[in-house]
């Protein structure tokens, strides 16, 4: 059985395919190994939106009682301002509101209510208080995706120009806000 | 006796015992000497010996509390139950390390012992890839994570457990979990050794595939186990969270199930063949792709064990060796293995390739899922989060084809069918299937629920009308079926008990869709309504545990006004670890869960609130039910004689192994 020359190096090329895909992947992942290594690559970060970078492109409806925002409200601010996002759904979310009732007239506050309906998250806010300035929805979470956020209750700090300064993946509570989102706010008063 | 220096010297003696038995047979079946191939079952028993004292070794000082060695005193604690503190010796990186290396002896022991009826060469050279592969991961054990190493001082007590880990599901969930992974390093041996002799016919098909489904049901079993934990530990009602740990599960179970499917071609039409190999490779490459990147902290995932990025340079250097060696030889070798004949589209070898290219364009899909966000992080700098959405967009489209053809497969005859005659012998499963898509529309919202849901009922019919077909139930007098269905093969039930097995474990995924659940806070005393259940919290108090304080609740569920269950529900301190965890409290009947979970207690000590989550899953155990009907098909299929039986010309057995293992 013999088949012609160009036929048998097609079938060499595509048995060589396998390997050419493992190599691939193995050099990138080697490249990763290394980057963690420097601090180049924190495979950690990936869902976090980098710090000091300017917030992503996004809109968020408005989210009865308030009214939405985009990107370009947040980079035209003079002064920082937390985005915090939150669900009706969310046990820690509702934990964390006596905290954010608290802290409201030191710092504005933004809301973006996660994959809620916005009934729900009306209802939510009016039992637990409002915090909020502007209120967005992000019914269907692709803004959440946008941020790279991994559940709620997660918060931002958001400079001047709209440069997020801070992240906490985890429900604020007082001592977070006194250990080091004070100190950052006067840093960032002070420049 | 057993002390951790004997065990640290035994796991060096396996790793010398696998190097030999990697290296001798191969060059006694290079130069046919059958007296340096016949080394190959001693050495593999010899490593397996080796491995078993050295695993004792460990499980010895877990069990006495010898907080001297690092691992049992990073891990463990004096007040931990005996059950814990075995299990708890493969609950962290290096003893699951030792566990995985004993698994993979266990492996090359078996196929010393079962595969007496393969020729002498594929058989030292199957045993010498396994040795091979072993030797490189005790290597691996000796010097980046010896579960044996010292501490001075020795601490009094260990630093325990984490608790969510205390459990009996997660503690058999690895042993399980791992067997499945490890046991397509079989399937992976004979696939390298059948391109070192550059043959592949029908009796390696046959040889390959008991070890195959073998290795396949535990895995089966295995992702169901940590997804049952999942549920009813982690308490969010969840089941599957589409997280790298549970993808790289996912992932070798696609191609490995695609794999015992073709190499049913590959036996019975002699095609497929190098296209089996390649499978056979890749879902052992997975498999070792999975376990290990999860170690080395390249992959963001819940399940972290500890990272070091050095362990994980040595890691990425042994599977290049592994994955890269055994796809060079691929490359090398495939094209000199003969091509099978080409095959009419409608036949039973025809349904197999579109099983197979549907199961491996669903494995793409979790791959790329799983890969995208490290890579795209890599290359472009931009961080991206890919979940449920994306895997819910692209995996339903794939399944639903998969879902129509798993039907027709069964009943097509090889070589050339003809489709008519099947679609009559289905009619009766079509007409089930179109009834309950228009029950399903009134009962269930979503399009892609109610689909599926319809066609897990046509799977599980097709899969009971093939068995009734073919013992001519209702067509003959009963006791004549009777009679054909004793004569019928075993493996013919294993498949129709398979494919139903998948049917109800889709039944269980939709339905799940229609999951309702509610969160309040609310005051003792207070009633809430969900899903035509009236829950009432009656009461919470504070109760003493052994090495924490529960906060138990009293729920009574009533439907109708009549008590169906009174649950209890509790939230635990865990003094030492200054953690909580969740007791969830499930009741079910079967067809659906009462699921409650205790959160936080808010207000004054006057007037305590205390939220409340509650959950109406319906057909939520009919998920891990059909997993385990899965994995008994399987099971069954190894049973059948004519998987023991070997190939025609070889009379006696070359695998029981796999129904006792």
């Known amino acids: 059985m013999s088949t012609p020359p160009e036929n048998t190096t097609r079938r060499r090329l595509l048995m060589a395919v396998p390997l050419a895909g493992a190599a691939v992947v193995g050099v990138g992942f080697w490249k990763m190994l290394s980057g963690m290594q420097h601090g180049s690559f924190n495979p950690h970060n990936i869902n976090a939106p980098v710090l000091n970078r300017p917030v992503p492109d996004f809109s968020v409806p408005d989210q009865a009682p308030g009214q939405g925002f985009t990107a370009q409200d947040l980079r035209a601010l003079t002064q920082p301002v937390l985005v915090n996002f939150f669900a009706s759904w969310c046990i820690p979310c509702l934990a964390e509101m006596p905290t954010l009732m608290g802290l409201k007239d030191d710092l504005p506050m933004w809301g973006i209510a996660y994959k809620d309906r916005p009934e729900n998250a009306a209802g939510f806010l009016k039992h637990s208080g409002n915090p909020f300035t502007r209120l967005g929805n992000d019914h269907d979470g692709r803004v959440g995706i946008d941020w790279g956020i991994s559940g709620v209750p997660e918060t931002f700090l958001i400079g001047p120009g709209g440069i997020i300064r801070w992240h906490s993946a985890a429900p604020l509570d007082v001592d977070t806000i006194r250990s080091t989102l004070a100190p950052l706010l006067e840093s960032l008063k002070k420049s | 006796m057993l002390s951790p220096e ?118 030292a050279r199957v045993i010498a890839v396994l040795g091979a592969v072993a030797a490189g991961f005790e290597l691996f054990c000796l010097t980046t994570s010896d579960p044996f190493a010292r501490v001075w001082p020795a601490p009094m007590d260990g630093q325990g457990m984490n608790p969510l880990l205390q459990d009996p599901g997660l503690a058999f969930h690895p042993p399980i979990l791992y067997t499945g992974y490890v046991g397509f390093a079989v399937p992976f041996a004979f696939a390298i050794a059948a391109l070192m002799e550059g043959r592949v016919d029908a009796a390696w098909g046959r040889w390959v595939r008991p070890w195959a489904v073998a290795a396949w049901c535990f895995l089966t079993c295995g992702i169901a186990l940590g997804s049952w934990w999942s549920y009813y530990v982690l308490g969010w009602g969840g089941y599957w969270f589409w997280d790298p740990v549970e993808n790289a599960s996912l992932i070798p179970w696609l191609t490995g199930t695609a794999l015992i499917h073709s190499a049913i071609v590959v036996e019975k039409r002699e095609s497929l063949k190098i296209w089996t190999v390649l499978l056979a490779i890749a879902t052992f490459s997975f498999s070792l792709s999975g376990t290990f990147l999860v170690r080395s902290g390249i992959l963001n995932s819940v399940h972290a064990f500890a990272n070091d990025p050095a362990r994980g340079i040595f890691i990425l250097g042994l599977l290049a060796v592994v994955i890269g060696g055994s796809l060079a030889l691929f490359a090398y070798r495939a094209p000199t293995l003969t091509a099978g004949g080409l095959f009419a589209p409608v036949s039973r070898e025809g349904a197999l390739v579109l099983n197979n290219i549907l199961l491996c364009s669903l494995c793409a899909v979790v791959v790329t899922g799983t890969m995208y966000p490290p890579f795209m992080s890599l290359l472009f700098d931009r961080t991206i989060s890919v979940g449920k959405p994306f895997f819910d967009a692209t995996t339903i489209p794939l399944a639903i084809p998969l879902f ?168 635990r301190s865990f003094n030492s670890q200054n953690q909580t965890t969740t007791e969830v409290s499930i009741h079910t009947n079967l067809l659906a869960d009462l699921y409650g979970v205790l959160g936080d207690k808010h207000g004054t000590d006057a007037a305590p609130t205390y939220v409340l989550r509650l959950h109406y899953n319906p057909l939520a155990p009919w998920m891990w039910l059909g997993a385990l009907i899965m994995a008994i098909g399987g099971a069954l299929s190894l049973s059948d004689r004519r998987m023991r039986v070997g190939a025609p010309r070889r009379a006696k057995s070359s695998s029981d192994t796999v129904t006792t293992a």
């Not at chain 2, 130069?31 to 460990?58: E, H, I, K, T, Y």
């Not at chain 2, 390390?97 to 078996?110: E, Q």
């Not at chain 2, 067509?475 to 498949?495: D, E, K, N, V, Y």
């Open chain 2, 6 to 123: 004997l065990g640290h010297y035994a796991l060096a003696l396996a790793c010398i015992l696998a190097a030999a038995q990697g290296i001798l047979p191969l060059i006694g079946a290079q130069r046919r000497d059958r007296r340096v191939m016949m080394l190959a079952p001693g050495l593999a028993v010899g490593q397996l010996l080796a491995l078993l004292a050295s695993f004792l070794c460990l499980v010895n000082a877990a069990v006495t509390d010898d907080f001297s060695v690092q691992n049992i005193a990073a891990n463990s604690a004096v007040s931990k139950p005996l059950l814990y503190k075995i299990t708890g010796v493969w609950g962290n990186h290096e003893g699951s390390i030792l566990l995985w290396a004993l698994i993979l002896g266990i492996c090359g022991a078996a196929v010393a012992a079962f595969g007496r009826n393969l020729p002498s060469a594929l058989r």
């Open chain 2, 404 to 571: 129509i053809f798993m039907g027709f497969g069964p009943m097509l005859p090889w070589k050339r069918a003809q489709l008519w005659p099947v679609l009559q012998r289905l009619w009766i499963a079509a007409l089930l299937a179109g009834v309950a898509f228009a029950v399903f529309t009134f009962g269930m919202s979503g399009i892609p629920p109610i689909l599926c849901s319809a066609l897990a009922v046509w799977v599980i019919c097709s899969s009971v009308l093939d068995i009734a077909d073919r013992v001519r139930l209702f067509r003959m007098p009963l006791s004549g079926s009777l009679q054909r269905a004793r004569m019928l093969p075993r493996s013919i039930f294993g498949t129709a008990i398979a494919h139903a097995g998948v049917g109800i474990t889709i039944l269980g995924l939709a339905a799940m869709s229609q999951a309702q659940h509610k969160i309040v806070e609310v005051p003792v005393g207070t009633t809430e309504h969900l899903a035509g259940y009236d829950w009432t919290l009656t009461d919470v108090k504070q109760e003493p545990g052994p090495n924490y304080t529960a906060l138990v609740a009293t729920l009574e569920v009533r439907h109708n006004g009549k008590i169906v269950t009174i649950m209890h529900p509790s939230k």
